[in-house]
């Protein structure tokens, strides 16, 4: 039964913690403020877009989602898709809201069959790969601000044979433009890009209480008023680009006629794949630090609402936010009232602070950008990634390159059928069919001692080690093939294959054919639950014989003498 954490937190609550709530809430709502406010940009979005989001969709995680602690609003994850939605002439922001509100619905469908633990089967290689992938291009789409560039598309530049009228959003084309603008850097913002990012990296060993970026964008913003009055020195700010409203817009319904739902459908389905996953994800990080456990299928229904809701307010895509949760367990937030006070504290700044966001340097949010970057690309992951098996760091490479130069749409569902495939194959190697016509040792038993067994003349053993399915048929076949003409029983020893499918069954039955043809008796033993209702279901266990299936060797070798002494 769905049931919003909020409620349980409320139990018992008491004036110490919402104290402690309070505060978590404030500094984590001045936290939120940069990052929202970047991931907007980098999204190529206008800024008060992501403050909404990290308003609407934060106060809603907080409130209906499975979690105690969870921060949400808008990630890096989203930056790629968002990207590409926003600057197709067909769908554009209008696009975004339908395919947002679709990934919200199916969400909360997620949550509410039950479905937060399939989230698991996605296998961690495909992950680390796309995040990684989303760190590159959140990384290259800054290099313009991070230098100062200003490419000239006065008149259309041709890139890979394409005209481009402003910044292309695929990878490659775009660092094209950067290199053929690189006449035009900024020194001055690029002096400040680099000082600014290494305060970043070095501000945690003077304080980790107060996060770097914001101390950046604050101390950015004031040096440059100075120096531009003092120096006269120039370089692009928020305010150049954007206007701050200081309050949220009236809600309104996006498109939802079926052209555009039919156009952004697999958008929104790769928007609430990444919503689940890094949602889910926080919320195991979370847990470790509270010791606590979340619900996840509560979780995906408060993530759904969420995000039905910020687009109807002009807000982006939003999940869970694993640096923002973090902050706001390490100052005391451990109920979802820090996330409403969080969503509350930027809904105050945004009204009463607004018109100063414009004052912001944008080579300062690049240089911040630039460390969120860093932090998601994972290094240590990929490091140890690299040091496994090849068929892992086919998976990584692949899902990252595709993340990167194609669509991260692709690269997920590529990944998961690469992955799928070599699990195939380990499992084809693994599974074996081995055979014996006398004295056959099978192995060692639970107390140290040894298992044999005498085989009467005649008889043979074949024991399939894994699953008999669609990949491992054929090694089975080939074994069959090898049934000498002196046999008059087979017994075929299944108790280490606990799953069989439909090219099982269909083996068996050739195989059933097979003995029939040559004159001799298939006997099954050691079956397990799955095999045998599988049998019943498809009538196999009438078509075998019920008096030629056992559930133990000693059953089958005593049918097996029944036979031969026949």
Known sequence: MYKPELLNSLKGYSGKQFTTDFIAGIIVGIVALPLSIAFAIASGCSPETGLYTAIIAGFCIAAFGGTRVQIGGPTGAFTVIIYAIVNNPQLGVSGLATATVLAGIMLILLGVFKMGGLVKFIPYTIVVGFTAGIAVTIASGQIGDFFGLTPDFSKPMVILGEEYSKMPGDFLPKMIVYIKSAATINWYSCIMAVVSLAAIFLWPKVTKKIPGSLVVIILATLIHLLLNKTMGLETVLIGDRYKIPSGLPSPALPSLSLGTIKTVFPTAVSIAVLAAIESLLSAVVADGMIGAKHDSNNELIGQGIANVFSPLFGGLPATGAIARTATNINNGGRTPVAGIIHAIVLLLIMMLFGKYVEYIPMAALAAVLMNVAWNMAGI????????????????????????????????????????????????????????????????????????????????????????????????????????????????????????????????????????????????????????????????????????????NINGALERANQIVSQ
């Open 380 to 551: 240590p992951a990929i490091r140890a990634l690299i040091k496994g098996q090849k068929s892992d760091i086919t998976v990584l490479a692949v899902t990252f390159l595709i993340t990167v130069f194609v669509d991260l749409t692709y690269a997920i569902g590529i990944g998961l059928i690469i992955a799928a495939f070599f699990f195939i194959k380990k499992i084809i190697d693994l599974s074996e069919v081995q055979s014996g016509n006398k004295t056959v040792v099978t192995g060692i038993l639970g107390n140290g001692t040894t298992e044999t067994i005498e085989l009467p003349k005649g008889v043979m053993v074949y024991e399939i080690e894994g699953s008999l399915f669609f990949g491992t048929v054929r090694k089975f076949e080939y074994a069959l093939e090898r049934a000498g003409s002196d046999c008059k029983v087979l017994i075929l020893r299944m108790r280490n294959t606990i799953y069989l499918d439909a090219g099982g069954i269909k083996a068996l039955e050739q195989a059933l054919a097979l003995s029939k043809k040559n004159g001799f008796q298939l006997v099954i033993s050691g079956i397990h639950t799955q095999p045998y209702m599988l049998f019943e279901k498809t009538g196999m266990a009438d078509k075998m014989g019920r008096e030629n299936i056992f559930d």
